[in-house]
């Protein structure tokens, strides 16, 4: 079992707090923001042919070191998990949905992704709420690194919990694993 003592923010009864406690998880989100403040993304019209509607996504997961980044989204090999906005859908393995998994997400959603060390899964929150399990049976003691597909107009802002709190409270989900 892999224990990482790395602090991250919290809130206590408004107050931040560092927590300095071993963790069994590790844990990011990302802030979802449109590009310039302008919201891009358009309701397709039914006059509109299927070739004039541009899908936006944006893609949270985990990947190796060996995932390449420059030419897919995470969950497009074996190397990467992904859950994806424009669906709802996970991806492991292949360019393939493995299934919906939660809502969509977009503009001003804050989006989290754990890897819980001990439980060997990973699993993702939208907007400080758990989604669950996503993925099960993750090999253990590969590294795995944050990775986020962009494929939208729009600015993701990155929260590993050392300068600002979580939206998802992580302290509380550590007590129950």
Known sequence: ??????????L???VQKYCFDVRRVSYYEIHILPFNGVNTVTTPTENQLDDEIQFECVAV??????FLKEKRFPGWDNESFGYHGDDGAIFHGRGRQLGTFGPTFGFNDTVGCGLDHS??????????KLLGTAFQNVRPNIELYPTVGIDAHCTVQFNFGADEPFVFDLRNYMTRV
Do not use: C, E, H, W
């Open 1 to 10: 079992m892999v224990r990482l003592v790395t602090p991250f923010l919290y």
């Open 12 to 14: 206590d009864k408004g």
């Open 61 to 66: 997961g985990l990947a190796t070191k060996f």
């Open 119 to 128: 439980k060997q899964s990973i699993f993702y929150t939208l907007n400080g």
